[in-house]
Each structure stands twice: as C-alpha cells, then as structure tokens.
C-alpha cells in the first residue's frame, strides 16, 4: 500500500452539516480520512446548520452516521472517538448577513487552511459566499466547495459563477463531481496516455464507437422536489456523463497541471456538434419509469414515489447520441445513457472498436465479436479489453471471446478510497485537477440547454418504461438503427 501522507492542518466548515450528504458521504470520508492518520491531529471540522445541537450532539448524531455509512469492519472506537473529538459545531443560519458569525469567527485558527463546504441547496451558493465575506472569514488559504448542480441552466449557472467569484477567485473555487474522484475515472488518465498500445489506437480509424452508461436501481430516495424539478438530463448528463465524455476524447495535455487538464477538457465539450431543435426526436430518447420489479421485488412508478396523481413531464431516463467533431474522433458516434429504476447499479464505459476488414478463419469457426474495451466504474472497479482466442482442446480450430480483466480489488488487494476522501483531500492540498472549472460548467450547460429547449417545445411526454428494464424501446431503437446495440452483459 501506498504511504499516506497528511495533508496541512486544516478547518474545514460545512454548511448544511445535519444534511443528507454530510452525514452519508462527508462524515464517512473524513473518517476514513483521520482513521488512517491523514489528518493533523489540529484539524478540525465545523458543522454549521440552524439546528439546535452543540457540540456533543453534533458529534452523536456524527456517531450514528458512521455507524450507518462505514463497513463495520472499518469502525473501530479508538478511530472514531479521536475523529469525533475533532467535530465542532455552530447554530448558524448561514444565508443571513446579520446572524452570530462570532462562534464561527472564534473557531477558525488564522493560520490553517480554511475549506468552506457548501452541502447546500445550489441558490444558496451565492448567499452564504457573501455572509462569509461579510463575516471577513475569507482568508489567502481559503477554499469553497460546490455541490452540483451547478444552476439549473446556463443563465442561472453564469448567476451562480458570478455570485461566487465576487468573493473568491477561481483558483479557490472547487466545483465537486464525485465521479471524477473514482479510481477507475482517474485510470482512465493512466490507460490512455500511460500506454501507446491504446494511445495509437485511440482515433476513428480503429474506434467503430463509444457507449457511456451510468444506471441505477434506486428512485427517488427522498430527493422528490429537487428531481422534479431537474431530471436526469440536469442531474446527470450534464455533469457526470458529459465529464466521462470529455476524459476519454480528450487530446493528451502537454502535462498533468490542473489547468493543462481541464483545458483539454473544455475543447471537448466545445466540440461537441451542437443539437437543433429538429435533432431531439431522432437523437434523444426521454423516458419515466412505471411500476414494475427489481431483484423481483415489486417497486412503485414515478408519480407513485412523488405522491401525486398529477402528470409530470420530468424524465428519469436519457439516451442519447452525442458527436465529436474533430479529426480523431469523426464518424465515432457516442451513445449515453442513464436512468433510474434499471435492472443493475451500473457505471460504465465501452470502447468498441471496429470488426475485422477481412478474415482468414472459417466463417463457421467463431461467433464474431470486434474487441471492445470495458471500464467499469461500479459497482465493480475494473477493466477488461475482450479479444478472440481459440477454444482449448483438439477437434478443430474454434473461436471464441475472452476477457483480459483487471478487476481492482482483487489486483491491488487494498480498499480503495471513496471518491470523496480524495476530493476533500485534493482540497485541501488546493489542487483542482479533478474538479471542474467556470468555463467548463458553462460550456456543458450551453450544450445541453437546447435539449432542454426543444424537449419543452414538444407535445409529447416522457416515453413510459417498467421499471426494472432498460428503458424505453425507442433507445434501442436510437442505437440499433445504426446497426448497433447496448452493452449490457454486466459483470
């Protein structure tokens, strides 16, 4: 195992500290983080949230988060009283400029690296940046950290940007997607330009194309107003698909420094062919799942899990068909979906690359499969590359596929850390490579936003899917008219 190194001491204030996110994901990480000697043992973290609690009810209620969130295995109460006895907390109501900032102000060392989480709502982003700066919190060393969604369109994402940058700079601006935290995303960077067997054939002329899915099982998860109000196409394509998208197109960067990364990043999205009104009926399919079963157990429909009986046209399945156009990637077609209430918990990305221009076997010999590449992001860490070797034994020469596999786990035979322990720690080390810049925010909403225009302009509704399926018919339909079909031979 690689040697940890602790990050400099910090205090780290979080803002919506009784929420959702901080007590299934924030606390978790930084106990892991803190468990495993990371952290100084002068760093502390701050809960801020309008609760009543104090400090030993903050730390309770942190005590029964672990206890839900963290493996067993992983809980031992030597570990988590020393990460408890760093906890503190103060009743702030945080988007009002004329609240008690004094107990924060008294907490915060003048010294330390200051991280500023913001495990909000999103149009409390701006409010709080600048009851922050009011309360002359903001110090050289400090950081904020965003939550996606970024907006809820490209004017709302350009109001938010604004807001937060009156306050602090770019380079202390940390918009989290906790996707580009996984260790398999971060592989991808090693896979392509750490290896010239891929590298040299990353291009149209060996790629037929590329097909990104993130799927999930769950609904709704208590997340009702929000996601009736966004949809999978904001929730998810925006951000995490389009950020999968850009790393496996992207040109190599003349170094891995933050900037050098993202820029490549942004000529990506940049270059993706821009969607005309016309485009959503052949080249998105929008669905909304309906009664149906999961691991044969019976699950509600969407406007079940809403607790209406009023329609809604929010789609909670996307499929797409998305265009690069640049000289590498020219007639490689990318195909996204995601959606919730699907058959598996699935993220991954496969490379297909294009069927043999002539063949010396029998046509009798083989069921012909072109090699294809599979990074899997969950639930299993992995990659596989298929290739056609020959069936062992005598009695003639017979083909068949085979998976070269990395599986993660067993390789490297060490737990992996959650996406977000590395994020909070690149934080603090104040390297942003992994999180997302101003321009590339900006330039994934200009993309999706006529979408979104022209699904509004549309008389007809969501296409309806049982849940427990794939999605709609009409997303095969959207791969397969191009002679194409899904992966979906989940491992």
Same mark, same amino acid.
């Given at each position: ?5 602790p ?9 919506g ?20 000697r990371?952290?100084t ?19 309770r ?22 990460f ?9 109501d ?30 409390l ?5 600048r009851? +922050?700066?009011? %309360? &002359?919190? =903001?110090?050289? !060393?400090? /950081?904020v ?5 970024i $907006? ?5 994402a350009?109001?938010v940007?604004?807001h ?8 202390q ?10 260790e398999?995303?971060?592989?991808l960077?090693?896979?392509?330009f ?5 590298e040299?054939l990353?291009n ?7 097909? +990104?899915?993130? %799927? &999930?099982? =769950?609904?709704? !998860?208590? /997340? ?6 966004? $949809?999978?196409?904001?929730?998810m ?5 389009l ?8 040109e ?15 000529k ?13 009926a ?12 999961i691991?044969?157990?019976?699950v ?7 607790g ?6 929010t ?18 077609p990318?195909?996204l ?6 058959p ?12 043999l ?34 069936d ?12 070269l ?21 690149d ?17 994934a909403w200009?993309?999706v936003e ?18 427990g ?16 079909t899904?992966?979906?031979d989940?491992?």
């Amino acid at each position: 195992m690689a040697k940890i190194i602790p990050v400099a001491t910090f205090d780290c204030v979080v803002f919506g500290a009784t929420g959702d996110l901080t007590l299934r994901k924030l606390l978790p990480a930084l106990y892991y983080r803190c468990r495993d000697r990371q952290l100084t043992p002068e760093s502390r973290i701050i809960g801020a949230a309008r609760s009543e609690l104090g400090d030993d009810g903050f730390r309770r209620r942190a005590a029964e988060a672990l206890k839900d969130h963290v493996a067993p295995a992983d809980l031992d109460p030597a570990s988590v009283d020393r990460f408890c006895a760093r906890l503190h907390y103060v009743r702030l109501d945080a988007t009002q400029p004329d609240a008690d900032w004094d107990g924060l102000r008294r907490l915060l060392h003048p010294d330390r690296v200051r991280v500023f989480y913001l495990a909000t709502s999103p149009d409390l982003y701006g409010p709080i940046c600048r009851n +922050i700066s009011l %309360a &002359e919190l =903001v110090t050289a !060393e400090s /950081r904020v950290v965003l939550e996606k969604p970024i $907006g809820h369109d490209l004017p709302s994402a350009r109001a938010v940007n604004d807001h937060v940058g009156e306050v602090f700079q770019e380079p202390q601006i940390f918009r989290i997607d906790h996707y580009l935290g996984k260790e398999t995303v971060q592989n991808l960077l090693a896979l392509r330009f750490a290896n010239s067997i891929f590298e040299r054939l990353w291009n149209t002329d060996v790629i037929d194309h590329v097909q +990104i899915t993130v %799927a &999930e099982t =769950v609904g709704l !998860e208590g /997340r009702a107003g929000y996601f009736d109000r966004a $949809g999978v196409l904001r929730d998810m394509v925006q951000n995490h698909l389009l950020q999968l998208l850009c790393l496996i197109a992207m040109e190599p960067p003349v170094s891995l420094e933050a900037d050098r990364v993202r820029d490549e990043k942004l000529k990506v999205l940049r270059a993706l062919r821009p969607f005309e009104p016309h485009d959503a009926a052949t080249l998105t399919v929008r669905g909304q799942y309906t009664q149906g079963a999961i691991d044969g157990k019976p699950v509600p429909g969407y406007l079940a899990d809403l607790g209406t009986d009023e329609p809604s046209t929010t789609e909670t399945f996307v499929a797409l068909k998305a265009e690069v156009r640049t000289w590498r990637w020219a007639n490689v077609p990318f195909y996204l979906r995601t959606g919730k209430r699907l058959p598996k918990k699935v993220s991954e990305i496969v490379v297909q690359f294009r069927a043999l221009p002539f063949s010396i076997f029998p046509e009798d010999s083989a069921e012909w499969q072109p090699n294809r590449l599979i990074i899997r992001l969950q639930p299993e860490e992995g990659i596989r590359l298929d290739v056609m070797t020959k069936d062992p034994g005598p009695g003639g020469l017979r083909l068949s596929p085979t998976g070269l596999d990395i599986r993660f786990a067993t390789a490297f035979n060490t737990r992996f850390p959650d996406a977000y322990e590395r994020l909070l720690m690149d934080t603090v080390r104040g390297n942003p490579t992994l999180f997302m810049r101003r321009d590339e925010v900006e330039a994934a909403w200009a993309w999706v936003e006529p979408i979104l225009e022209a699904w509004a302009g549309r008389p007809d509704h969501p296409r309806s899917y049982p849940a427990g399926t794939w999605g709609p018919t009409a997303s095969i339909a959207l791969i397969e008219r191009d002679g194409r079909t899904w992966h979906e031979d989940v491992v």
